[in-house]
């Protein structure tokens, strides 16, 4: 069974750092790309973060860029992480970690950040 765990969610405030890690099992990851989105309530789901399988390659949205550095374990393939710094109260919601390979989706079930300003 696929299983993506998200941790490392809580209460910060704005300037502060937060690590976000999500725990991956079930399956082989390694040929997986990898990422993060969040959710902010009465918004849509909306992209932050994604590394390729390989993790030579990463991507973040322009509304984090310079702050959030995505990153994940190239060995065992079961640990991505997201390295907050600056954050912002829009930067607020729920946190998700997906993996992706061809059309095949998978979901963790989210982890809050709540940034005070």
């Known amino acids: 069974q696929v299983q993506l765990v998200e941790s490392g969610g809580g209460l910060v405030q704005a300037g502060g750092s937060l690590r976000l890690s999500c725990a991956a099992s079930?399956?082989?990851?390694?040929?997986?790309?990898m990422g993060w989105f969040r959710q902010a309530p009465g918004k849509e789901r909306e992209f932050v973060a994604a590394?390729?399988?390989?993790?030579?390659?990463?991507?973040t949205a322009d509304s984090v860029k310079g702050r959030f550095t995505i990153s994940r374990d190239g060995h065992a393939n079961t640990a991505l992480w997201l390295q907050m710094i600056s954050v912002k109260p829009e930067d607020s919601g729920v946190y998700y970690c997906s993996a992706r390979r061809r059309t095949v989706t998978y979901w963790g079930l989210g982890t809050q950040v709540t940034v005070s300003s």
């Open positions: 590394i390729s399988w390989s993790g030579g390659s990463t991507y």
């Open positions: 079930g399956r082989t990851f390694s040929s997986y790309a």
